[in-house]
């Protein structure tokens, strides 16, 4: 069974928008909650993380774009993506991180497959 299981990308034109959702059979509430992305020849970056208490962290170039969020009672953690652009063009992974009672650790437990996001110009 997998843990966590994205879905949600697709391909759309440059200024337009996706929701990514990613569905956890795990206990995700305790857990940090990222999404990550990675380009081909490119390094994964997280572009946002939520952590136990719903406080969101943006990666710089996705501030005010991007917004993180998460439904305990549905296992959901949500990345709403808008005012697209090409170089968002990736494969968006979720990923749950342990909470230590102070931050959101890197010490990442589950990942999921990803799904994949072309923005076209």
């Known amino acids: 069974q997998e843990e966590l299981v994205e879905s949600g990308g697709g391909s759309v034109q440059s200024g337009g928008s996706l929701r990514l959702s990613c569905v956890a059979s795990?206990?995700?509430?305790?857990?940090?909650m990222s999404w990550f992305r990675q380009a081909p020849g490119k390094e994964r970056e997280r572009v946002a993380v939520?952590?136990?208490?719903?406080?969101?962290s943006y990666l710089d170039s996705v501030e005010g774009r991007f917004t993180i969020s998460r439904d305990n009672a549905k296992k959901t953690l949500y990345l709403q993506m808008n005012s697209l652009k090409p170089e968002d063009t990736a494969m968006y992974y979720c990923?749950?991180?342990?909470?230590?009672?102070?931050?959101?650790?890197?010490?990442?437990?589950?990942w999921g497959r990803g799904t994949q996001v072309t923005i076209f110009a």
């Open positions: 939520i952590d136990v208490y719903r406080n969101p």
């Open positions: 990923a749950a991180s342990a909470y230590n009672g102070l931050r959101c650790t890197e010490s990442f437990e589950y």
């Open positions: 795990i206990h995700s509430s305790i857990y940090c």
